[in-house]
């Protein structure tokens, strides 16, 4: 997988803007956006949330579920050891059933990609081809709050360590401050740190830390800002903040997603992560991208789910599916 | 297999245990009509679900009297707290059997089960809790102290929300003291009985409510009946208009719920994924059989072409099919006659010069089915922009500026309700301000509470349903008492012998007051001469 290239990102943004990414120039753009209705958002989130998914449906979706996993472990605990041992659930979600796909990436701290790739070892690659992928957070995860020379170094060693995807933080403190451009230029330059010397790039998600900004419209106008300068994928929280990914706000996102296909022809992904524990609630998502974007975008580069919980209750119900009956929490690994 | 087929997800019938012929509640037990008995199907596949009695006019006659004694007898002496802990428990029976409910609407009226499952019964249920608070509390329902009852209420549904309507009609004539007879709309019968078997199990006293099934000519005599003291209908403009006529002139009150063609303002500023989804709500909800649809789009000139386009890109995201479905978003049309009507008036769009657009979607080989429909290009001269059209087919027509907005908004014989989106919330007040329509909705489209007043302006009818206001259609204030009240009027009418003999029978206060009804009426005919 790699991402888009830094100069056409630059230009587009240009042609959508209008004019240079400074504060005035984004101001003027991302407030011109219409407004979100809250309580209009929020209903057509839980209208989305009552479709019933059974039978064959269910058992597709949660096949996808996994598929579309980012495995996390992002503690100030995390060992190389609790990484090996995370990377071994990913390649083999249940040891039980051969026929259960594997998750799309194992998600970790920068210092503990070396261990992760070694981990994989053939089985990392681009979770398109059924490979898993490596993804490192970056810049001062989850806060964000260093200068942005460490945020870059910090990007450019989990690069060069092998991670295949960095999801960086944004400066939500400038954000709110209404410093538009400095977020913009921050992304574009993590943007640039991501590039590997063979010209190549890992893809780059950009956390709004949703629960932060905690408005939709900021949201929205975050999710914007995030495009424009060069982002691959949106990603809601670090898992860090309460609340992390809710159903309303991922609609939001993958709105302006549609939006910015529809406007551009460019496919951008979104990744809600934090909170997400039961299969019940995944489906639920993979309902909101299918009637909202697409089918098309529950593929592994186009949506994720960042989790860890969520992989063993989806495997429960697969087994219940498979089997007929639920067992129990010490019929499916712990990693 | 794409992942957006969903599998099938029927709700399951089992719940029900319908019986294959259904009697008049009347008396607080099924009786035989009888008219010559119907059928009622399913609108979706068309299936016959149970036969249906057919209420004649002695058999109205006989349901009226039965309100009338239990009126007289019991309900109106009856405490208001004591009033409300039936409908309290009505209520929870409501909430108790609320599947069932939902799985009988849907099938006999064709509706999604998720509407009738999220919206309706729910809803069902609320007016009822809402409505037990207000009996023991009419002193303060703004009719001054100790406001009376009416008496006999004759209640005419519609078919769009049967139980719904239902119970707007029922709980605040109970609440109120009154007695009920009700008439249920001649395709969809089903809910209200067996919403007449959780009445048996409520355990309320027998003839405070009596459920008649027929057609038109059932209702007509209904309403025309001598014994009945406040009419209460739900329905078209021209069975509404011929009520108004039939009872002018008697001293019935009547409350009448009539047809719309709502505007639905969205200016350019609005929050537009929002408004789409409002959009669509306020015309598909129900297969757009919603008398305060907002089927005329009022959108500001220069996001139409946006706004058409997003608006087409949710629509084919909608789900047409089996009403049992629990993914189905749009059901079946309610009837045969109606699905002609609508495709009459589609027809007529097109001719006018209207572009239209359906859903591409697969419609069910049997049952009645319409495609969602919109049709831009529409001017405030078509028909389709005009008249009531009671389905899935959304007129689109623009506007410039909010002075625009309103005049088109306001320009029809209807007036029951109208939607504006805008992020500007001065504008709401400012637009909402101007608009003469009875319900409005800024930035949201037909949510429903029991506690908010509903009703129209002009061909919309007359009277508030719902809220407090709802009360003031089923009571009248104490100010003229009750001997005043009959002794003015036995005056008017000559000798009102029957007041002392009533009076003399047990119960003098209140056996009066029902006297001090009955005697001007009796003497109806002189009194409507004199008046003209």
Not at chain 1, 36 to 48: I, K, P, S
């Amino acid at each position: 997988m790699s991402g888009t290239s830094l100069v056409t990102a630059r230009e587009r943004a240009l042609a959508v803007l209008g004019g240079e990414p400074d504060d005035a120039t984004l101001r003027r753009y991302l407030h011109g956006i219409a407004g979100v209705d809250a309580v209009g958002l929020e209903q057509r989130a839980a209208g989305l949330g009552t479709r019933s998914i059974k039978t064959t449906s269910k058992r597709r979706a949660l096949d996808t579920i996994i598929s579309l996993i980012d495995l996390t472990t992002l503690e100030g605990a995390d060992t190389p050891g609790k990484v090996r041992s995370l990377v071994a659930k990913a390649v083999s979600p249940d040891p039980t059933d051969a026929t259960t796909p594997r998750v799309a990436a194992v998600c970790v701290y920068g210092d503990m990609v070396p261990y992760a790739v070694d981990a994989l070892g053939g089985a990392h690659g681009d979770p398109d081809d059924g490979l898993i992928s490596v993804a490192a957070v970056a810049t001062a995860f989850p806060s964000g709050r260093s200068s942005l020379d460490i945020k870059l170094a910090d990007t450019a060693e989990a690069v060069a360590a092998g991670a295949d995807e960095i999801d960086m933080v944004i400066d939500r403190g400038a954000f709110l401050a209404g410093r538009y451009g400095l977020v913009f230029d921050q992304i574009a330059a993590v943007k640039e740190a991501c590039r590997r010397p063979d010209g190549t790039s890992a893809s780059l998600k950009v956390i709004l830390e949703t629960g932060e900004l905690v408005t939709y419209d900021n949201v929205r106008r975050a999710s914007w800002l995030s495009i424009l300068a060069g982002g691959d994928f949106i990603k809601t929280s670090t898992g860090k903040v309460q609340p992390a990914a809710t159903l309303p706000v991922t609609l939001l996102m993958l709105e302006v997603v549609r939006d910015w296909h529809l406007a551009t022809g460019q496919r951008i992904g979104v990744k809600p992560a934090g909170g997400i524990r039961a299969s019940k609630d995944a489906i639920k998502y993979l309902v909101t991208v299918a009637e909202t974007v697409g089918e098309e975008w529950l593929r592994p580069h186009l949506f994720r789910f960042g989790a860890s919980s969520l992989l063993n209750d989806v495997l429960l119900q697969r087994q219940k599916l498979a089997t007929g009956h639920y067992s129990g929490a010490d019929y499916v690994t712990i990693d | 297999m794409s992942f957006l087929e969903y599998a099938p997800a029927p709700e399951s019938r089992a719940i029900l245990s319908l019986r294959d012929s259904y009697g008049l509640f009347i008396d607080g037990e099924f009786v035989d009509g009888r008219g010559t008995p119907f059928q009622t199907i399913s609108p979706a596949s068309e299936e016959k679900i149970a036969t249906i009695a057919n209420a004649n006019e002695a058999d109205v006659a006989d349901a009226v009297a039965a309100a009338r004694h239990a009126y007289d007898r019991t309900w109106s002496r009856m405490s208001g707290r004591d009033r409300g802990k039936y409908l309290f428990r009505i209520a929870r029976l409501v909430q108790e059997r609320s599947r069932e409910l939902a799985v009988a609407e849907s099938l006999d009226n064709g509706k999604p089960i998720k509407e009738s499952r999220d919206v309706d019964v729910p809803l069902v249920a609320a007016w009822f809790f809402y409505y037990a608070g207000w009996a023991d509390k009419l002193d303060h329902a703004g009719l001054g102290a100790d406001p009376r009852s009416l008496g006999v209420a004759a209640q005419v549904i519609p078919w769009n929300f049967p139980l719904l309507m239902l119970a707007w009609k029922i709980a605040p004539a109970l609440a109120a003291g009154n007695t009920v007879v009700l008439k249920p709309a001649e395709t969809t019968p089903l809910s209200a009985l067996i919403f007449a078997e959780i009445l048996q199990q409520a355990g309320l006293p027998a003839g405070v409510v009596n459920i008649i099934t027929g057609a038109g000519d059932t209702g007509a005599a209904l309403v025309a009946h001598e014994g009945v003291d406040k009419v209460a209908f739900t329905g078209s403009t021209a069975v509404g208009r011929a009520i108004a006529k039939q009872i002018a002139g008697t001293d019935k009150k009547v409350t009448l719920e009539l047809g719309g063609k709502a505007a639905n303002i969205v200016f350019d500023d609005a929050p537009i994924d929002q408004a789409i989804e409002g959009i669509v709500n306020g015309i598909f909800f129900n297969q757009g059989h919603v008398c305060c649809a907002g089927s005329r789009l009022l959108v500001q000139e220069n996001i139409h072409d946006e706004v058409v386009e997003r608006l087409k890109l949710r629509l084919s995201t909608l789900r047409l099919g089996d009403p049992l479905d629990k993914n189905t978003d749009i059901g079946a049309i309610n009837s045969k006659e109606q699905l002609e009507r609508i495709r009459e008036l589609s027809d007529v769009g097109e001719a006018e010069g209207a572009e239209r657009w359906s859903v591409p979607c697969v419609i069910p080989e049997n049952g009645f089915w319409y495609a969602p429909t919109i049709f831009t290009n529409v001017q405030t001269s078509s028909r389709i922009a005009r008249e009531e059209i009671f389905g899935p087919v959304l007129s689109v027509l623009t506007f410039r500026t909010p002075a625009e907005a309103i005049a088109k908004a306001n320009n029809t014989p209807y007036g029951l309700s109208a939607g504006i989106w805008t992020d500007k919330g001065s504008r709401i007040l400012a637009v909402a301000d101007q608009l003469r329509a009875g319900v409005i909705w800024a930035n949201t489209f037909n949510r429903f509470d029991p506690s908010s007043p509903f009703g129209g302006y002009k061909e919309s009818g007359y009277g508030r349903e719902g809220g407090r206001h709802g009360l003031a259609a089923y009571l009248a204030p104490r100010a003229v008492s009750a001997a005043g009240r009959g002794a003015a009027k036995a005056s008017l009418a000559g000798p009102a012998t029957a007041m002392p003999i009533e009076a003399a029978d047990g119960a003098p206060d209140l056996e009066t007051r029902a006297a001090s009804r009955r005697a001007p009426r009796s003497a109806k005919p002189s009194k409507r001469g004199a008046a003209k």
